[in-house]
């Protein structure tokens, strides 16, 4: 199993930056993929940002140029480097990694959630 716990979230003024990071533990050498959703009030939760255990990421159209996901040299943590924030940026941000067992099988383990906030 994995266990995953999000940090960083809080209230930002429009142009500022803020950084989430997303620590796992327990079987941490079997994630195959890191990312993070976000999911506005009455909205869809979508994908924000992914990267791989080979490093490939993957952004939203939204927040290409301004959002930056990264990973430690030790493959538990994983941030999420948002720069130019912007009103619409504001949602519940999740963490989700994919679990790769030997047996083949795949899981995918979701954080709690963490508010961001973007006045204008």
């Known amino acids: 199993q994995v266990q995953v716990v999000e940090s960083g979230g809080g209230l930002v003024q429009a142009g500022g930056s803020l950084r989430l990071s997303c620590a796992a533990s327990?079987?941490?050498?079997?994630?195959?993929?890191w990312g993070w959703y976000r999911q506005a009030p009455g909205k869809q939760r979508d994908l924000v940002a992914a990267i791989t255990d080979g490093g490939t990421t993957t952004y939203a159209d939204s927040v290409k140029g301004r959002f930056t996901i990264s990973r430690d040299n030790a493959k538990t943590t994983v941030y999420l480097q948002m720069t130019s924030l912007k009103p619409e940026d504001s949602a519940v941000y999740y963490c989700?990694?994919?679990?790769?067992?030997?047996?083949?099988?795949?899981?995918?383990?979701w954080g709690q959630g963490t508010q961001v906030t973007v006045s204008s």
């Open positions: 327990g079987m941490v050498h079997s994630i195959r993929t």
């Open positions: 989700t990694v994919r679990q790769h067992l030997s047996d083949n099988t795949v899981y995918n383990y």
